[in-house]
C-alpha cells in the first residue's frame, strides 16, 4: 500500500531563516506530488505540483520554492521565511493517469505545523 | 475558475443526531467532488468522491453525500453521528486535466462539534 511522510511535524523558525521540508511517498511509481497550504481559519491553498522529476509548477507567487530531486521526494524551501509563512503544511500525493477518461484522488500526509516568530 | 463555498464555518451537534454539511460550487463542466475530514494537527483524510453516475456516494465512517446538479450542491449527509466525528471537514471539486494532473479547489471548511 501506499504511504507518504512528512517531516519534521512541527518546526519553529526565526524570521529570515531558511526552511526546508521534505515529503516522501512510498508504495507508488511517478506519482504527482502537490504542496498545500493552509492558513489558521482558511481553506487550502495549493502552491506548488509536480508531475515529474524536476517539473514543478507554481500556482500563485510567494517567497517559497519546491524541487523534487528524485522520483517521489518533493521538498519545499525558503531562502529567508517571513511571518506571512507560518501555517500547516501539507503534501499530498495522486496517481500520474493519462487519458480523457480518468481522474485520480489526492491522498495528504500528516502535515507540518510551521511557526515564524 | 473554479470555486467552492462552505457556508457554515462552525456547527453544533448532539451525539446521535443527523448531520447535513452544506457544500456548493461553481464549475463550467461537470465537477469531480470531494470530502476530506481533518482531525486536529492532522492531514486530511478521504471521506468520499464523485466523479460521474449515481449522485448519492457512500463514503467511509457512515457518510454519503449527494450530487445535485441544478442546486451546485455536494451536501455530506450522517444519520447519526458519533463524538469521533468531531472534526473539520472540507468540501473540494477538481478541475481533471489531461494526463491527469488534477487540481484541487477547496473550501474553507466546516468545523463540526460534537455534545453529548
Known amino acids: 500500500s501506499q504511504t507518504i511522510h512528512q517531516w519534521p511535524a512541527t518546526l519553529v523558525q526565526p524570521v529570515g531563516s531558511p526552511l526546508s521540508l521534505e515529503c516522501t511517498v512510498e508504495g507508488t511509481s511517478n506519482p504527482n506530488l502537490y504542496w498545500y497550504r493552509q492558513a489558521a481559519g482558511r481553506g487550502l491553498q495549493l502552491l506548488f505540483y509536480s508531475v515529474g522529476i524536476g517539473q514543478i509548477s507554481s500556482e500563485v507567487p510567494q517567497n517559497l520554492s519546491a524541487s523534487r530531486p528524485q522520483d517521489r521526494q518533493f521538498i519545499l524551501s525558503s531562502k529567508k521565511l517571513l511571518l506571512s509563512d507560518s501555517g500547516f503544511y501539507l503534501c499530498a500525493w495522486s496517481d500520474l493517469i493519462g487519458g480523457l477518461t480518468s481522474t485520480d484522488t489526492q491522498y495528504f500526509g500528516p502535515g507540518t505545523r510551521l511557526t515564524v516568530l | 475558475a473554479q470555486s467552492v463555498t462552505q457556508p457554515d464555518i462552525h456547527i453544533t451537534v448532539s451525539e446521535g443526531a443527523s448531520l447535513e454539511l452544506r457544500c456548493n460550487y461553481s464549475y463550467g463542466a461537470t465537477p469531480y467532488l470531494f470530502w476530506y475530514v481533518q482531525s486536529p494537527g492532522q492531514g486530511l483524510q478521504l471521506l468520499l468522491k464523485?466523479?460521474?453516475?449515481?449522485?448519492l456516494v457512500q463514503g467511509i465512517k457512515g457518510f454519503e453525500a449527494e450530487f445535485k446538479r441544478s442546486q451546485s450542491s455536494f451536501n455530506l449527509r450522517k444519520p447519526s453521528v458519533h463524538w469521533s466525528d468531531a472534526a473539520e471537514y472540507f468540501c473540494?471539486?477538481?478541475?481533471?486535466?489531461?494526463?491527469?494532473?488534477?487540481?484541487?479547489?477547496f473550501g474553507t471548511g466546516t468545523r463540526l462539534t460534537i455534545i453529548p
Open positions: 473540494a471539486v477538481g478541475e481533471w486535466a489531461y494526463f491527469g494532473n488534477e487540481k484541487l479547489t
Open positions: 464523485y466523479f460521474s453516475g449515481d449522485t
